[in-house]
């Protein structure tokens, strides 16, 4: 059974960092593609970034792009986004989710396992 759950959130003043992580667990961790997902009140879900099963492609949101670097270590199970100079239209709660798939400009991921989410609040 696949589980993945999120941490790393929390209230940040506007530039500052937060490493985000989430961690897997279930079988061929390494097979599945991973992205992550923000989506504020009121708002949609917005695709944020993806990085491959090996961890050597990323792909990010023009939004974030310059701000965010995602890094994956499949020998531990774990994709992490490291997230600088936050603003405060960054605040949002983030998930990860997998799927298969090599494409990572592929943003839907309606077959995907999903996470619970991690909330990120940025005070100006």
């Known amino acids: 059974q696949v589980q993945l759950v999120e941490s790393g959130g929390g209230l940040v003043q506007a530039g500052g960092s937060l490493r985000l992580s989430c961690a897997f667990s279930?079988?061929?961790?390494?097979?599945?593609?991973m992205g992550w997902f923000r989506q504020s009140p009121g708002k949609e879900r917005e695709f944020v970034a993806a990085?491959?099963?090996?961890?050597?492609?990323?792909y990010y949101a023009n939004s974030v792009k310059g701000r965010i670097t995602v890094s994956r270590d499949n020998a531990k199970n774990t994709v992490a986004p490291q997230m600088d100079s936050l603003k405060p239209e960054d605040t949002a709660g983030y998930c990860c989710?997998?799927?298969?798939?090599?494409?990572?400009?592929?943003?839907?991921?309606?077959?995907?396992?999903w996470g619970q989410g991690t909330q990120v609040t940025v005070s100006p």
């Open positions: 279930g079988r061929s961790f390494s097979y599945y593609t």
């Open positions: 989710a997998i799927r298969y798939g090599a494409e990572l400009r592929q943003t839907a991921y309606g077959n995907a396992y």
């Open positions: 990085i491959s099963t090996s961890g050597g492609r990323t």
